[in-house]
């Protein structure tokens, strides 16, 4: 894999931090399975689409 780019991420928060507007709240996450934005009211997976 050599020449492949490797971005190291802080692992803090990945799972409360919205993919499509960087909103970090612990209220994002009401239960593992389910994810809501309360800034921009994204819902998914966004452990699946962190950045």
Excluded: I, W
Excluded at 11 to 27: D, W
Excluded at 30 to 49: D, N
Aim: glycine content about 8%; hydrophobic content about 25%; charged content about 20%.
């Amino acid at each position: 894999m050599k020449g492949v780019p490797v971005h190291y991420v802080d692992p803090r928060n990945t799972s409360r931090a919205c993919p499509n507007c960087g909103h970090c709240a612990k209220e994002n996450r009401r239960t593992q399975s389910s994810f809501v934005c309360t800034s921009c009211g994204f819902e998914g997976l966004s452990a699946s689409l962190s950045r």
